[in-house]
């Protein structure tokens, strides 16, 4: 198993930036750490997320160019730098996490989550 702990986010300014952090513990051999968000009254959607044991990454379309997520190796989290940010930006963000071989961008296929962090940003 592994817990997921994440720090980071709050208000910010449209074209700002904001970092996020996740801390997982336990297991992390074979997983997937990624962040997903939800806004008010939308579904919970994929942002961008890392594969621990590969280091690769995966982005979705709105984020990329924008959101940087990466590992950092010594203090063993998964970063989300979020830069130029948007309104549409607001919402709730969670660390998730999975174990196997392949991505998946869909919340069911995740099994644990951090408790979440707010993230607005002002137009």
């Known amino acids: 198993q592994v817990q997921l702990v994440e720090s980071g986010g709050g208000l910010a300014q449209a074209g700002g930036s904001l970092r996020l952090s996740c801390a997982p513990s336990g297991r992390t051999f074979r997983s997937y750490v990624v962040w997903f968000r939800q806004a008010?009254?939308?579904?919970?959607?994929?942002?961008?997320?890392?594969?621990?044991?590969?280091?690769?990454?995966w982005y979705a379309d709105f984020v990329k160019g924008r959101f940087t997520v990466s590992k950092d190796n010594f203090e063993k989290t998964v970063n989300l730098q979020m830069n130029n940010l948007k309104p549409e930006d607001t919402a709730i963000y969670y660390c998730a996490a999975r174990y196997g071989s392949k991505w998946s961008l869909t919340s069911y296929h995740y099994d644990y989550w951090g408790q979440g962090t707010q993230v607005t940003v002002s137009s």
């Open 40 to 57: 008010s009254g939308k579904d919970r959607e994929f942002v961008a997320g890392v594969n621990w044991d590969a280091d690769d990454t």
